[in-house]
């Protein structure tokens, strides 16, 4: 065993242990410091990550097994700063928000200090004030933001108060993030986000957190900020303009990760003047197309700002990654932009204690892959009770939920589905957004009673039902960086019919985990006849499996598959330090700090 670099035994039993090893019941630890109680840890070299496990400590040639739950091994590990628009539970209208709510906890699992900034779009209740106040320039205003925030899931949740968030989404629902209907933005959304940059700049820096156990006062200078969409992409902007000029925040770090191009902040021209950013940032977001929307011709691109000013550049999925730089058209016009910088893609995690079948508050039958046989058909049957179809557990049923919106294909689906409704089959369809697409659904009963039904609503119990109860979940997605939905299927047993795009090519194996139908034409305006002919073959060949010896084989190797973050979280650590922000080291492996907050949940 290596001996280890300096640690520390802060208090408790053993003394001093300078300059051993450790190995601990989670593997073998280079351990920088040891610490034993609740003693607030003094900085020792600068060490301060600390975590929970029994250790057996090798001092020389003598062992000792240290038992106390509440001995911690320390490494120095990462200050991460994540910022979003979105931040699930407390706001999600999709991914976004889902990823803001799960990877930062498995960050802090390994040992790293993590905070989340989000704008304070309702009266959390589990979130107070800090009395902190701060001033900010917004366009050609000075506006005051407050910080709210609360500590989970070892996380600093911290939340960015000012009446442009509140006002606008308090009392409505979380879809009225970006604007009033889907479709529409608030017209001072380039503020809005513009404030919210600054305030997380501003947060590690002023707000002295001390919720934690193990770490307390400002994370200080020395972080790796993690922008998440344009809505962030001012951020590595004024990091370099407002802040490192002033020789403050000189080895933070930018990491920007697109979780989807198809929305990229653009602007007309003129609108450069709202962002306070002297003129040397213009070429950043300089950007021509051949739209008319906002404006006609030169514009103002935020996403294309941020991938050119960010540290790192990454994704949600590797195959994402490689699609974004294929060509204009699946890299939306920045394809060229991403091949300078160059892109990694990361496959997301989901949310394991949400998606439990063994735990799963909204389902009366709990199973796990040696009851799923049994269990799947009384859900199955609960289900179409719920939705009104005729209840016969022996009909295989197709399940959807998606926003809709034509990234998603639901417009492809309603044209297949009289191509294979004629099969002995039920399909059920959940899912908000274009009014268009909604009214889609609700046809669907109208056409097909016995067979189909589309609720267009918001629904997660029954998200949770269809996705515990069908057979298929069918994603046919004209593009898709990572897609949860089928991550969240997997471990129910439910089989992917996937559309051959973005993560749902690193996700779904065919013929082992699922079937896919190959990649859909991604011209948003049309529904290519080709797609609806590859759903329609591909439902068909997915049926003819169903009930056989290898659709039972499929169940199982989605079921044994390990989806949680704790990968993509490794992945994640190994990125960021590559950043070099002084001071970082790696975490250890850890399992996570409390069990999941669902005081607010969003429902848009
Ligand atoms: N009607 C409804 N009722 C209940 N729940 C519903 C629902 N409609 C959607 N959901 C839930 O919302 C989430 C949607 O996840 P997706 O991966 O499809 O995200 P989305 O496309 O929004 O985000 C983007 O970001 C994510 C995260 O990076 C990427 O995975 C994705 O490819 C990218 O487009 C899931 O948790 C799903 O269960
Ligand atoms: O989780 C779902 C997606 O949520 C975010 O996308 C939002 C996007 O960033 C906003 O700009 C807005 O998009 C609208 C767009 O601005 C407008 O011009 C028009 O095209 O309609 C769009 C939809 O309303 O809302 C999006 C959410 O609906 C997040 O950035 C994405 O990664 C997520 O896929």
């Not at 539970?89 to 709510?101: A, I, N």
């Not at 934690?212 to 972080?223: I, K, L, Q």
């Not at 439910?494 to 013929?511: F, H, M, N, W, Y």
Request: charged share 25%.
């Amino acid at each position: 065993m290596a001996a280890a670099t300096a640690w520390n035994c802060v208090s408790g039993t053993s003394g001093s242990y300078n300059g051993v090893a450790i190995s601990t019941n989670r593997g073998e630890v280079k351990a920088t410091a040891l610490r034993v109680g609740r003693t607030q840890m003094a900085v020792h070299e600068g060490l301060r990550v600390v975590y929970r496990c029994n250790a057996r400590v090798i001092r020389g040639n003598r062992i000792q097994n240290v038992k106390s739950r509440k001995l911690i091994v320390c490494r120095l590990g990462m200050n991460l700063v994540f910022v979003a628009a979105e931040c699930g539970p407390w706001s999600k209208t999709g991914g976004l928000g889902d990823v803001l709510g799960g990877l930062p906890p498995a960050m802090a699992a390994n040992g790293h200090r993590v905070m989340t900034i989000a704008p304070r779009y309702d009266q959390y209740k589990d979130a107070w004030d800090t009395e902190v106040e701060i001033e900010l320039k917004a366009g050609d205003k000075t506006e005051k933001v407050r910080f709210f925030h609360c500590y989970k899931r070892g996380v600093d949740r911290v939340f960015v108060d000012h009446p442009m968030f509140l006002e606008k989404v308090w009392g409505k629902t979380a879809s009225k993030i970006y604007g009033p209907v889907a479709g529409t933005d608030y017209q001072d959304n380039q503020i809005r986000f513009s404030l919210l940059c600054q305030a997380a700049l501003e947060a590690p820096r002023v707000l002295n957190l001390n919720s934690s156990e193990y770490f307390s006062g400002p994370y200080g200078e020395d972080v790796v900020f993690i922008a998440n969409d344009w809505h962030t992409a001012l951020l590595p902007c004024y990091l370099k303009n407002m802040y490192q000029t002033r020789g403050l925040y000189m080895s933070a770090k930018v990491a920007f990760c697109i979780h989807n191009i198809a929305y990229q902040g653009r602007f007309a021209f003129a609108d450069f003047e709202l962002l306070s950013l002297p003129d040397e940032f213009k070429s950043s977001f300089d950007f021509m197309d051949g739209y008319e929307k906002p404006v006609k011709g030169r514009k103002i691109n935020w996403m294309k700002a941020g991938i050119l000013e960010s540290d790192k550049i990454l994704t949600v999925s590797p195959y994402y990654a490689e699609e974004l730089v294929s060509g204009p058209d699946k890299g939306v016009e920045l394809d060229n932009i991403i091949r300078k910088t160059s892109i990694l893609g990361i496959v997301n995690g989901m949310d394991v204690q949400e998606w439990n079948p063994m735990t799963d508050k909204f389902t009366s039958v709990k199973f796990d892959s040696t009851t799923v046989m049994s269990a799947k058909p009384l859900i199955k049957e609960a289900l179409q009770a719920e939705v009104g179809l005729p209840v016969d557990k022996s009909i295989p049923v197709i399940g959807f939920i998606g926003r809709l919106e034509e990234q998603k294909g639901s417009d492809i689906l309603a044209a297949a589905i009289p191509e294979f409704i004629g099969e002995d089959v039920q399909i059920i369809v959940l899912g908000t957004g274009k009014k268009a697409m909604e009214k889609q659904l609700d046809e669907l009963e109208i056409q097909y009673p016995l067979k189909a039904r589309g609720v267009a609503k918001f629904n997660v119990k029954l998200a949770h039902m269809i996705i515990a109860g069908a057979d298929f979940i069918i994603v046919p997605s004209r593009f898709e960086p990572c897609g949860l939905i089928q991550l969240q299927a997997m471990p129910y047993g439910c089989v992917p019919i996937v559309a051959s795009t973005g993560g749902l090519v690193d996700t779904v194996k065919e013929g082992y985990t699922g079937f896919q139908m190959g990649a859909f034409n991604v011209e948003c305006e049309t529904v290519d006849p080709a797609d609806v002919t590859a759903i329609a073959t591909t439902v068909t060949r997915a049926l003819a499996v169903y009930g056989t010896p290898a659709f039972s084989e499929m169940i199982q190797n989605c079921m044994a598959q390990e989806l949680s973050w704790k990968k993509p979280a490794k992945k994640w650590e190994e990125v960021l330090l590559s950043l070099g922000v002084e001071g970082s080291e790696p975490g250890i492996e850890g399992e996570e700090i409390a069990p999941l907050a669902k005081e607010n949940v969003a429902t848009p």
